[in-house]
């Protein structure tokens, strides 16, 4: 038996739907999700006789983004097997996928922490048909199935078993989705993304079990939280099989016992004739590569000096990295990437709204920031018009000079304001001049009421501090 170095040993097997408009050999248009069953299929989606499957370049050209991005080989042949197995979800019997030779292998794909997952194959596939269970998975008494999904186009991305826990599982798939996202071969909100997960314990000797069909990154790592604990409590017990995930339960259930590739029968589908994949196809792609989030990582602590936190926390959002490299050719670094970093995902997460969602763009953050960093207005000043832009964008120079918003910068009429607050509050003085530190910040806060926020607290604590000594 292999030797492990780890008591938990994780593989995971993830499905991605490609964002093309139509199905991967067909010219159906993909279905939406409110569109009526069985709408969005045809012959060839059904596999009726007599139907010929015809290859869609787009799916291919997406799948290659990926294998690149992965730093995978590329295979110098795209060739398609028939997956034969006897289910509801497939009409044809089989399912036209990859065996022998994949589009791409031996890649990898780096943890948040510095760890590489060896990603060991990527192969475009066929989406099956979609099967509703209408009591659930275990107590439905029968099954409905709806083709629309089926033939959509999926590529699979299997990693070596070399994830140790189930956060690490998690991770992968946060690092994988922003690798879709920069690639834009994956819509977000529509497409589907699930994975498989194969878990074995040290406990048990190792014996695997595979969990299918898990959608979210939350319910992965629950997932497998339930089974590494499952497994250890039952170590004697446990054996090769395929199990299912119940997340209203939070618990997996046996479906059936454990098939291998043998069982399926691969056989090289005679439809579909190999296709070259040729050294000017690959570098045609590379053309069109995006700039990836870990190339964005060194760019923005080379190049603008950010700190490394800050700079993978931007990156790992697209359309925030963008909007940080435009404003910050404008807008010193360090402050636009504190205030994107920071203020404006902190007021997306209050709002409950991603970045693509709402109006802003850079040109309101600049002319925001630029008030910021002129001393034009306070920082707090400048959070509360952040979160009245995210909910409808306008001219923050404009709607600061109409609302009387402009910082308080005259010095003498800060020390007025200051002496005021310091007649105002003798036993802060006093608790002041005692050692007690915190008091200055009543007087401070007083302050900061007279002039309505708009006073800069660093200016305020120095001219207090200058009078009361």
């Known amino acids: 038996m292999k030797h ?45 006789p007599g139907s010929k499957p015809v290859l869609n370049k787009k799916a291919v050209e997406f799948a290659l983004k990926l294998c690149l991005a992965l730093d995978c080989g590329i295979s110098p042949e795209l060739i398609f097997s028939r997956k034969s197995y006897f289910y509801p979800d497939m009409s044809k019997n089989y399912q036209i996928s990859q065996y022998e030779v994949p589009l791409g292998k031996r890649g990898k794909l780096m943890l948040k922490g510095g760890k590489e997952i060896g990603i060991a194959r990527v192969h475009i596939e066929e989406d099956p048909a979609s099967l509703i269970h209408p009591a659930g998975l275990k107590e439905s008494t029968y099954v409905l199935v709806d083709y629309n999904r089926s033939g959509n186009p999926l590529v699979e991305i299997v990693t070596e078993p070399e994830l140790g826990s189930p956060e690490e599982a998690r991770d992968f798939m946060k690092q994988l989705i922003t690798v879709l996202n920069y690639l834009d ?5 529509e497409g589907i993304i699930k994975a498989d997960a194969n878990v074995s314990v040290k406990e048990s000797g190792y014996k695997r079990v ?17 089974e590494v604990k499952r497994q250890k409590e039952e170590a004697h ?5 395929t199990r299912g995930w119940s997340s209203e339960k939070g618990v997996t259930f046996s479906l059936r016992k454990k098939e291998t590739e043998e069982d399926y029968g691969y056989i090289i589908d005679t439809d579909l004739t190999a296709i070259e994949i040729t050294d000017k196809w690959i570098k045609e792609i590379k053309k069109i590569m995006p700039e990836l989030a870990r190339d964005k990582v060194k760019k923005f602590i080379e190049k603008h000096k950010l700190k490394k936190e800050d700079a993978e926390i931007i990156a790992a959002e697209k359309g925030l990295a963008e909007m940080f490299e435009k404003v910050a050719e404008e807008i010193n670094p360090i402050l636009a990437a504190k205030w994107l970093r920071r203020e404006l995902v902190r007021v997306l997460n209050y709002s409950k ?32 018009i952040l979160e009245k832009l995210v909910e409808k964008p306008f001219d923050v120079k404009e709607y600061v000079k109409k609302e009387g918003l402009e910082a308080v910068s005259d010095v003498s009429e800060l020390e007025r304001y200051c002496k005021e607050a310091i007649e105002e509050s003798p036993k802060a003085v006093e608790d002041y001049k005692k050692g007690e530190a915190k008091a200055l910040n009543f007087i401070v806060g007083s302050v900061m009421k007279k002039t309505k926020g708009k006073a800069t607290p660093k200016e305020v604590n120095e001219i207090i501090l200058r009078f009361i000594r």
């Not at 938990?8 to 569109?35: N, P």
């Not at 017990?237 to 099989?241: L, S, W």
């Open 4 to 48: 492990f170095t780890t008591d938990i040993i994780i593989g995971l097997e993830v499905h991605v739907e490609l964002s093309t408009k139509t199905k991967l050999f067909c010219s159906c248009q993909k279905a939406k999700k409110d569109d009526i069953p069985n709408s969005k299929c045809c012959p060839i989606c059904l596999g009726m």
């Open 237 to 241: 017990k446990v054996e090769q099989e």
């Open 210 to 226: 595979e969990i299918k069909n898990i959608t979210g990154f939350k319910e992965i790592e629950m997932a497998l939280l339930y």
């Open 185 to 189: 071969v994956f819509d977000i909100n």
């Open 353 to 384: 709204k991603e970045l693509h969602e709402v109006e802003i763009d850079e040109k309101h953050m600049i002319g925001l920031l630029k008030l910021v960093e002129n001393k034009k207005i306070t920082d707090n000043v400048a959070s509360k």
